[in-house]
């Protein structure tokens, strides 16, 4: 035991050094199976079990969290309000229903929540969660207590089930009882059970808990809809969601816009100049009326065409919500 | 003294035997006695507390036989039949009763016999006597008509043509008097003298299977008690075993030496057999009721019985005992949930036909089965044997409001188009985009709903809702209302 772990050390201090050579976190190098100290490993029938991650199919959100959000983690989920509920838990919805197309046999789900937040923010809808995330009524279940003592311990005891596709937990503000040691039990059992756990807390601020991954989710105004004859003029198409990083050990921080597609059941990258398939729309525009319809600020070029010269990094648009550019990325764009 | 109200007046409804030497009488106004003696106490009845007493004794009274029944306000009915072995025989066992209700504070009277009318009067009438089969006649006989349990109206109409005892009842012929006083008092005569059954209704069903451990030093501690179920449960495998059946509902039934019964009943989604998961299930339970569990002076019998049983489907593990039974996970632990936070705690949705959104989906505890008249036929499989896809999916939020949320919405560019800006939870929302409308009417038998338009909206700050107006607008009726019902993603 003792020599093992001489040489876990040494290879996390080998592996500090190279990321300190190659410019990045230790955290987002390719981690060697069993030596992360963070990560169980856990045997079925002599095979080692990797979790491994959850891609949300959105590139730029993936490459940022380093490949996507760990399957066997508490993951954290932060609303502004508890108007935002049905964006936050539609994000986390989304997430598990991902978990449920990647399943062989699928396992149900279960919605902890308390009374007060179903009360306020409503009851989920399962007609709803099936038309847009593929979550069929037979793999839901909820568990609705009156405390948030009774909700926790139903999390922790639903967080070590492998018979669970995901445990959502939902809770309302920043109750004393979710502290350090509860969100740390949590992570463990999930730890453990190779199941991810969602705390979705709505109307709360940050604090500090044991979950690695942080996402402080925002509702963005959804596309429109695509038909034949182009773009639906106020229609409510593919809904956006505007998702900050708030904390990771692997990601890098920045805010990106996602963009839920129902029908293909993927997460797609709303990128700086608007959507991929809002640009046709806005060149028709151009086209037919050549009048900026919004005054540009002085001593600014369009950013539009600036946009199509070529460039190795985009100009940033501070009005568009879009993803900011990475650390290192900064320096060249100020430049530009 | 307790008092009651009785045709407008308070009048006394029950005495102690001071009150009694007084003397004073049941039925006597309270302002009479009140005048003749100012100094006596004077409590109001209350039925309701008087009923509750009754279930706590008939509870206590299980321990002796598992068929207790109530007697109307003030009497308990025992079967004990193949019981009385148990406790030393009859008088054994009457004797026990009647000095454990004594130490209790009670002052009861009982009586044994072979029928329950027999025991009825030698209860009220002769007290703590054994009537043998074949003496009923002998002890009805000089006691008065009150005996044979008779509606007072036919009790005084014989009693106004002279007959006053039951012996005379039985002396006279039947058929005059079945004709003169109805049916009702031949068939009280018949079941007293045991010539006709009589059901006593015991207030529990009886358990198919119960285990029981009498104590002789009571036991205070929950781990003791949790050791005994242990045992207990252990004990009824094998019966469940030699049955192939397994548990769905158990309970747990401790006595309190000083009479007190706590109840504790767990009910399992799959039929369970294994002593350690019936356990589980109790231990879950216990802790829920931590803060109200009072051992006082401890529990001297602790009884486990199963309520109801169900076949119990065998598995085989393969060899290296590998298998997943993730199904079995999940009802052991739906069902350790129910027995800490009760009934509803787990839920499943199930999808049911009907127009109305809220009632497309029914949300049951997950240990029921759908039932069969709401679940949804199964759609017909397309081509090659795969389901025919659904033509169209309506937009549906993924939450919906318990009770659609009303919204004030100033006022709409066009009278039956959306709103541009409405007001829900004393906040103003503007409208950016809408879609809409999408008309939903209740189905043609619930008519008196009026027809819901639903608008998709999103305001300015990306946020989607579902809000719709209920009713048209017409300028004959007051204008339609608005109410919020769900979210979008």
Redesign the interface.
Known sequence: MAINAVARDTVFALRRQIAKIEGTLSERLEAPAGLDADRMLVR??GVAESHGLLATGAQHFDAALNGGLPKAALTEFYGAET?????V???A??LAGLLLKAAKTP??ILWVGTTEI??E?????????Q???GIA??D???????KIS?AL??AE??AG????SAVILELRGNPERLDLTATRRLHRRAQMAGRPVFLLRQAAFAEPTAAPVRLVV?????TLRNTLAGPLD???GR????VTVGKSRAAQPGQFTLE?NPDERTFLDRTRSGATHQQPRDIQNRTKDPVAVVSLSSGRTDPATAARSVLAFTPRQSSSPGDQPSRPQRPAHRRA | MISHRDRNAQRIAALDERAEALPLKPGMGIADARAMHPTIDIVEADPQADLRLLDGLADWCDRYTPLVALDGTDGLFLDITGCTHLFGGEHAMLDEILARFFHQGFDVRAGIASTAGAAWAAARFRGRCIIELGEEEALLGPLPLAALRLEPAIRSSLESVGLRTVGAVLAAPRAPLVRRFGAALLLRIDQALGRQDEAVSPRLPIAPLSVERHLAEPVILIDDIERLVFLLATALKTDLERRGEGARAVALLLFRVDGMVTRLVVGTSRSIREPRLILKLFQEKLTAIAEDFDAGYGFDLVRLAILTTAPFDMHQADLADTTEDSEEDLALFADRIRARLGEGAVLKPVAVESHLPERAVAVIPYWQDAPQRISPPKKPAGPRGLPSAVPFQPERPIRLFQAPEPVEVPASEIPDGPPRQFRWRRALYRVAKVEGPERIAAEWWRKEEPTRDYFRIEDTDGRRYWLYRQGLYDASKPPPRWFMHGVFA
């Open positions: 079925r029938s108007r935002d509920a049905g964006t838990a539609g994000f919805l989304a396992t149900p179903f009360r923010a409503g009851f989920p809808y399962a007609r709803g969660l038309a847009n995330f009524p037979q839901l279940l909820y568990a609705e207590a009156p009774d311990w139903i005891e639903a089930l492998t018979a669970l925002t509702p963005a105004p959804a106020g229609s409510i809904p956006g969601i505007a839920w």
